[in-house]
């Protein structure tokens, strides 16, 4: 994997060193192409900055572990957002169910409310949401912590008390984040499906192990599957934007702001992203 | 410029310091140019220089937190910028650095404060060894009391002693102490300048201090060496720096004593 990102970043810095060249050559002869390969000069170095810190990542990756910190993060991570995402999830299992009852009562489909919602839950709305709500909340909190220990030197002390720093910070949090994402997200279908029940329950009478039943008849292994891996991926990928903000904030009380700010910006950017390459994917297998 | 030596082993038994004809610039900003400094065993020297001269920077390149241009740092016969980080990690061992800001972990108490490069780099110790440590490493800087306390309940004198205990208690051979007084009163300023030569007596150490408080100077200072425009311009004792007509001394000392 290192190797890989080893390859991928000679590439990119190749990339950003003929467009530096090509850069000098624009500028003598129009300023507007100047700025825009000035700006792309700046994307490929950004990413080849944060291609590092993923190489970096999986380097570390090996023992000896940081348990007790891991799992203080997966504490956090998990405890912490527990109770927004109940909130939200409940609400859109309700919600979702009423919106959709219309539309399929027109046909006289009403029976199918209760796979139709599981599928929109399991297959899209649980993972997205949960991502969306840990952008919000664990995204923001790790890269303000992380760049208040940077602008307070606290990175520095533990560089120079012989520790390693990267270990401790970083490679604990993103595997918290990229644990706790797949149980938070399979928390929100449950809590969603409840809500969902309570809806059809007002209109109907059914025992909640029958509904239950009949709402996870078309969930196949595929979507348990591809969710799980959709989560893990955007769990990963929230934790080590979240990360690389802090741990490169620059000086000054600003920048803990700013990279609380970028890290979930950035992070939600990224998660539509991989969505959409996510659903492209499992439409193949489908 | 010089070509940066390869050599990680340069013999020399005097000096535990040793810094030759060292460059260092960020982008345009050239902050030193051609630093000259040995630091001998047992001895406190004073880095004196007004604010945004590089002292910081040059103790950082000194713990192999920054890179240098170019130039020799020789620290324990190490030379600093060519080690890899598995040696990196072995000086570090032996060097304490107590920062400007104390850089105490916010989220820990006190006690795992001082455990942390404990628990990390001497894994076969017993619980029982290091709360050992951790006491002596506390009773040194006379805070035993704040054992369990996070450090946002502390003051900036207690942490800043908090900090030199997080550092004594690796038993380093090298301390490098970054404005120990800066933003503390006069009093306690004073508590620190006699912990700092406690710790010398006590652990034999060759500590680098940084500062702008002449009195912590005078206290601290076996020798003084005086940064300005990137490079040391005069270096001796506190009396033999200052007894010169020379303006660009003669003012730090004018507007420190102001009668
Ligand atoms: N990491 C850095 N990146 C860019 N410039 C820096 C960095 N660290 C220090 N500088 C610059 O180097 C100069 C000296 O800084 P410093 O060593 O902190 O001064 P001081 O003598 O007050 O400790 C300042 O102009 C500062 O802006
Ligand atoms: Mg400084």
Redesign the interface.
């Known amino acids: 994997m290192g190797k890989k990102i080893h390859f991928f970043n000679t590439i990119l810095f190749k990339i950003s060193g003929t467009l530096l060249e090509l850069q000098q050559v624009f500028m003598k002869s129009n300023p507007r192409t100047y700025i825009i390969s000035k700006k792309l000069d700046g994307f490929f170095s950004d990413v080849y900055a944060i291609m590092s810190f993923i190489g970096k990542f999986f380097r570390e990756l090996g023992p000896?572990y940081e348990w007790r910190e891991i799992i203080r993060q997966c504490y956090m991570v998990g405890w912490k957002s527990l109770p927004l995402i109940s909130v939200t999830s409940f609400v859109v299992g309700i919600v979702f169910t009423k919106q959709s009852r219309p539309s399929l009562s027109e046909f006289g489909a009403t029976s199918w409310l209760p796979s139709l919602v599981a599928i929109a839950i399991f297959r899209a709305l649980a993972p997205l949401v949960t991502a969306l709500i840990a952008a919000g909340k664990v995204g923001s909190n790790i890269g303000a912590e992380l760049g208040?220990?940077r602008v307070?030197?606290?990175i520095?002390?533990?560089?120079?008390?012989?520790?390693?720093p990267f270990k401790f910070l970083v490679v604990s949090r993103v595997l918290a984040t990229s644990c706790m994402l797949p149980i938070l997200m399979f928390y929100m279908a449950f809590i969603s499906m409840i809500g969902a029940y309570l809806n059809i329950l007002v209109n109907e009478d059914t025992s909640f192990s029958a509904f239950f039943i009949k709402a996870l008849e078309k969930i196949t292994f595929l979507d348990f599957f591809s969710s799980l891996i959709k989560t893990i991926v955007f769990g990963f990928s929230i934790g080590i934007i979240g990360c690389y903000q802090g741990y490169n904030a620059t000086q000054g009380t600003q920048g803990v702001g700013r990279a609380a700010n970028f890290a979930v910006v950035t992070s939600m950017f990224v998660v539509f992203i991989e969505e959409i390459i996510a659903v492209q994917i499992t439409s193949w297998f489908r | 410029m010089h070509k940066k030596t390869r050599h990680t082993n340069i013999q020399d038994q005097h000096a535990d310091i040793m810094i030759r004809d060292l460059h260092k610039s960020f982008g345009a900003n050239t902050v030193l140019k051609g630093v000259n400094l040995d630091v001998f065993r047992g001895e406190n020297v004073v880095v004196l220089g007004r604010s945004g001269t590089g002292k910081s920077v040059l103790i950082?390149i000194i713990?192999?937190?920054l890179k240098p241009d170019s130039g020799t740092v020789v620290v324990l016969g190490k030379n600093v910028p060519a080690l890899d980080d598995k040696e990196l990690?072995?000086l570090?061992?032996k060097?304490g650095?107590s920062?400007?800001?104390s850089?105490?972990?916010?989220s820990m108490t006190v006690k795992e404060n001082l455990e942390?490069?404990l628990l990390?780099?001497s894994?076969n110790l017993t619980r029982a060894e290091i709360n050992t440590h951790v006491e002596e490493a506390l009773d040194a800087v006379g805070l035993k009391q704040t054992i369990l306390q996070y450090p946002s309940e502390l003051s900036g004198g207690q942490r800043k002693r908090i900090?030199i205990a997080?550092?004594l208690i690796?038993r380093p051979l090298i301390m490098l102490y970054d404005e120990p007084t800066a933003g503390l009163d006069p009093i306690t300023s004073v508590e620190i300048n006699n912990l700092i030569n406690e710790v010398q007596e006590r652990y034999n150490t060759s500590s680098i201090i940084i500062t702008h408080d002449l009195t912590c100077a005078k206290a601290t200072g076996d020798r003084v060496a005086v940064l300005l425009d990137g490079s040391f311009i005069r270096t001796g004792s506190f009396e033999e720096v200052f007894a010169t007509r020379d303006e660009r001394i003669t003012s730090f000392y004018k507007y420190n004593f102001i009668n």
């Open positions: 000896p208040s220990m307070t030197e606290q520095d002390a533990m560089e120079v008390s012989a520790t390693n | 950082k713990a192999g937190l990690l072995q570090r061992l060097i650095f920062f400007q800001s850089a105490l972990y916010d942390f490069p990390r780099n894994r900090g997080r550092t690796m």
